[in-house]
């Protein structure tokens, strides 16, 4: 009996460990532990300061003493997710605007940092359990605001980011306009944690699996402009990679989306049309190869952003997740919270890196597409030649 006991209290005491490690908490219980994580963190924040800090080291008038990007940017995106719950709340503002700053900084430490769930449950003091819910909320509050953050400019506000195609191209050739960049279309592609029963072969490059199974990673569309602001997003299967096509047919059935003289940029494989130039794919002489490299530098700003992007959001490198919604939802989280940093003035600087095993299949040409292409490569050539 004296043995058996022993073991039943062995296991309730392995229970209890188990249900506070995975048993989320009640609201009211959430409650008071968000609380206490961020007093606890804003307590040890004030003391690092305190104690880093030489007493008498006085304000700089250089901005040595400014609040660094990534704190403004962190509070700009607590105050618009704050805005977007507070309908007519007032009472108790003070502890749910403790329990944002909490959220906000828990799921960023997620996008940011290629960390388990573990370690952001020991950092934050909040079970892992509830680390799921915090995330999930977080990502659904910042998607809410997609349609304000990445959006399509029109009118005005598209003159005013436009380039021109070719520097010599900002004069004008007797009553001829020159050609405008609008943006750069292009895509990036995120692995995904293998299903069960799908184990990988380590001896292979992780990007050639897509050729094996090409549902486990997902294709993130991409439209930015030369400031690297993310103008459209579309996330898909890789199994459902359309290369553009949707967009290209909804510029096609909305002309005033793009003004007068301007086009997108896109790589080999996106469809040549009257709205979106793609480069030779074989060139026969000095004229198709001044286009191709004019298109390669315009090429290189969504390379650029795409590199940006992934090294602001470390957890872009891989998602741990077998569910497409779930990785969805994550990565237009990233998109939309990379154009509020830019906003609020964070930028982010990555290497680029050529995707591997990366397969580019020709895009579709269209007739109109390919004169506009020809009257612009003769264009080019003939002020590179004056």
Same mark, same amino acid.
């Given at each position: 009996?004296?043995?058996?006991?022993?073991?039943?209290?062995?296991?309730?005491?392995?229970?209890?460990?188990?249900?506070?490690?995975?048993?989320?908490?009640?609201? +009211?219980e959430? @409650?008071?532990?968000?609380?206490?994580a961020v007093?606890?963190?804003?307590?040890?924040?004030?003391?690092?300061?305190?104690?880093?800090?030489?007493a008498? &080291?006085?304000?700089?008038? @250089?901005?040595?003493?400014?609040?660094?990007?990534?704190?403004?940017?962190?509070?700009?995106?607590?105050?618009?997710?704050?805005?977007?719950?507070?309908?007519?709340?007032?009472a108790g503002?003070?502890?749910?605007?403790?329990?944002?700053? !909490?959220n906000?900084r828990?799921?960023? =430490?997620? !996008?940011?940092?290629?960390?388990?769930?573990?370690?952001v449950?020991?950092?934050?003091?909040?079970e $892992?359990? %509830?680390?799921?819910?915090?995330?999930?909320?977080?990502?659904?509050?910042?998607?809410?605001?997609?349609?304000?953050?990445?959006?399509?400019?029109?009118?005005q506000?598209?003159?005013e980011?436009?380039?021109?195609?070719?520097?010599l191209?900002?004069? $004008?050739?007797g009553?001829?306009?020159?050609?405008?960049v609008?943006?750069?279309?292009?895509? =990036?592609?995120?692995?995904?944690?293998? /299903?069960?029963? $799908?184990?990988?072969?380590l001896?292979?490059?992780?990007?050639?699996?897509?050729?094996?199974?090409?549902?486990?990673?997902i294709?993130?569309?991409? +439209?930015?402009?030369?400031?690297g602001?993310?103008?459209?997003?579309?996330?898909?299967?890789?199994?459902?990679m @359309?290369?553009? =096509?949707?967009?290209?047919?909804?510029l096609?059935?909305? /002309?005033?989306?793009?003004?007068?003289?301007?086009?997108?940029v896109?790589?080999?494989?996106?469809?040549?049309?009257?709205?979106? !130039?793609?480069p030779?794919r074989?060139?026969?002489? /000095?004229?198709?190869?001044?286009f %191709?490299?004019t298109?390669?530098?315009?090429?290189?700003?969504?390379?650029q952003?795409?590199?940006?992007?992934?090294?602001?959001?470390k957890?872009? =490198?891989?998602?741990?997740?077998?569910?497409f919604?779930r990785?969805? @939802?994550?990565?237009?989280?990233?998109c939309?919270?990379?154009?509020?940093?830019?906003?609020?003035?964070e930028?982010?600087?990555?290497?680029?890196?050529?995707?591997e095993g990366?397969?580019?299949?020709?895009g579709e040409?269209?007739?109109e597409? +390919?004169?506009?292409?020809? &009257?612009?490569?003769?264009?080019?050539?003939?002020?590179?030649?004056?």
């Amino acid at each position: 009996m004296e043995a058996g006991d022993c073991v039943v209290s062995a296991g309730r005491a392995v229970l209890d460990l188990l249900e506070r490690e995975w048993q989320p908490l009640s609201e +009211v219980e959430l @409650d008071q532990r968000l609380d206490q994580a961020v007093e606890d963190l804003l307590e040890a924040e004030l003391l690092k300061r305190f104690q880093t800090s030489p007493a008498s &080291a006085p304000l700089r008038p @250089d901005g040595a003493n400014r609040i660094p990007p990534s704190a403004r940017a962190d509070t700009h995106v607590a105050a618009l997710i704050e805005g977007t719950k507070a309908q007519g709340r007032m009472a108790g503002r003070a502890r749910l605007t403790l329990m944002q700053a !909490l959220n906000v900084r828990l799921s960023l =430490t997620l !996008l940011r940092e290629r960390v388990s769930y573990r370690t952001v449950s020991t950092r934050f003091h909040v079970e $892992k359990g %509830n680390i799921h819910r915090i995330f999930s909320s977080f990502c659904q509050s910042v998607i809410a605001l997609a349609d304000q953050k990445i959006r399509w400019p029109i009118g005005q506000e598209a003159a005013e980011m436009m380039l021109p195609l070719y520097r010599l191209l900002e004069k $004008k050739e007797g009553d001829e306009v020159s050609p405008l960049v609008l943006g750069v279309l292009g895509h =990036t592609r995120i692995p995904l944690r293998l /299903p069960a029963g $799908k184990p990988l072969d380590l001896k292979q490059p992780s990007l050639k699996r897509t050729k094996l199974d090409p549902d486990s990673w997902i294709c993130v569309e991409l +439209v930015c402009d030369h400031r690297g602001r993310l103008l459209h997003c579309q996330v898909s299967p890789g199994s459902e990679m @359309d290369r553009g =096509t949707g967009l290209s047919s909804k510029l096609r059935q909305n /002309p005033e989306l793009m003004p007068p003289a301007s086009y997108l940029v896109a790589a080999t494989g996106y469809p040549l049309t009257a709205q979106i !130039l793609t480069p030779y794919r074989t060139c026969q002489g /000095p004229m198709e190869e001044l286009f %191709n490299r004019t298109l390669q530098q315009h090429l290189r700003l969504l390379d650029q952003t795409v590199a940006g992007l992934k090294s602001m959001f470390k957890r872009l =490198t891989c998602l741990d997740v077998a569910s497409f919604s779930r990785a969805k @939802d994550i990565a237009v989280t990233a998109c939309v919270l990379h154009n509020v940093f830019l906003e609020a003035g964070e930028e982010a600087r990555g290497a680029e890196v050529e995707e591997e095993g990366h397969v580019c299949e020709p895009g579709e040409d269209s007739e109109e597409g +390919v004169r506009t292409r020809d &009257a612009i490569a003769q264009l080019l050539f003939r002020l590179k030649l004056s």
